[in-house]
């Protein structure tokens, strides 16, 4: 079965500093990838996703991830990070070839972003 | 588009009590899910629906039961609540491309349950 492991459940970063928040999965199979971010109090929303085309994929708010097959990680990045960044952040992958088009979350990554 | 929404956003139960959380989505999508989700242990599908009429077991279907009598809804029900199951609970739904599962989900903004 899948697995999605975050490294880090906090991180912390200055404002205007790089943001890194890192995911790996478990699968020898490329499957789909996705990164949500989660505000206090709101459900998840989709930042971006990769569906086996450019490895290097650019999300909303500025966030891009790559696809490194050979490491099976899927880091999240941003090179400035802004006060409104500051959320939690969960990386996800597909259930390969299953039917009902589940996705395993990781245990997501809390986001500080310090002035 | 509202989107996914849920009904309520917050309630509290006794030991015992039963109730039912409402998911809608005006998006006409296929699959439907609801997840239970607990500080430190990400998102856990509960159950989820492939489409009108069908459902199935997540990785933590004990206790609750579900239904999707019509394509826009999908209904979560807790029989007997117990203080295991306070948790925040999200509805989210996704559609298919050309016949294909897009993994793409879209989420509501949960129901925040406590149990006493």
């Known amino acids: 079965a899948q697995s999605v492991t975050q490294l880090g459940s906090h991180v912390s970063v200055s404002e205007g500093a790089l943001v890194l928040l890192r995911c790996n999965y478990s699968?020898?199979?490329?499957?789909?990838l996705f990164w949500y971010v989660q505000y206090p109090n709101q459900g998840l929303q989709l930042l971006l996703k990769y569906t086996s085309a450019a490895t290097l994929v650019k999300g909303i708010n500025g966030f891009e991830a790559e696809f490194k097959k050979s490491e099976t990680s899927f880091h999240l990045t941003k090179p400035s990070a802004h006060m409104s960044d500051a959320a939690e952040y969960f990386c996800a992958v597909s259930e390969h070839y299953n039917q009902g088009g589940k996705l395993i979350f990781g245990q997501g990554t809390e986001l500080s972003v310090k002035p | 588009n509202a989107g996914v929404t849920q009904t309520p956003k917050f309630r509290v139960l006794k030991t015992g009590q039963s109730m039912t959380l409402l998911c809608a989505q005006d998006m006409n999508h296929e699959y439907m899910y609801w997840y239970r989700q607990d500080p430190g242990m990400g998102l856990r599908l509960i159950h989820y629906?492939?489409?009108?009429?069908?459902?199935a077991k997540g990785e933590v279907p004990d206790g609750y039961n579900v239904s999707r009598l019509k394509k826009q809804n999908f209904l979560l029900g807790l029989e007997s609540a117990a203080p295991s199951q306070t948790s925040v609970y999200f509805c989210?739904?996704?559609?298919?491309?050309?016949?294909?599962?897009?993994?793409?989900?879209?989420f509501g903004p949960g129901t925040r349950l406590t149990v006493t």
């Open positions: 629906s492939v489409g009108e009429g069908t459902t």
């Open positions: 699968s020898s199979v490329p499957p789909y």
């Open positions: 989210a739904s996704s559609y298919t491309n050309s016949g294909r599962v897009t993994y793409e989900q879209y």
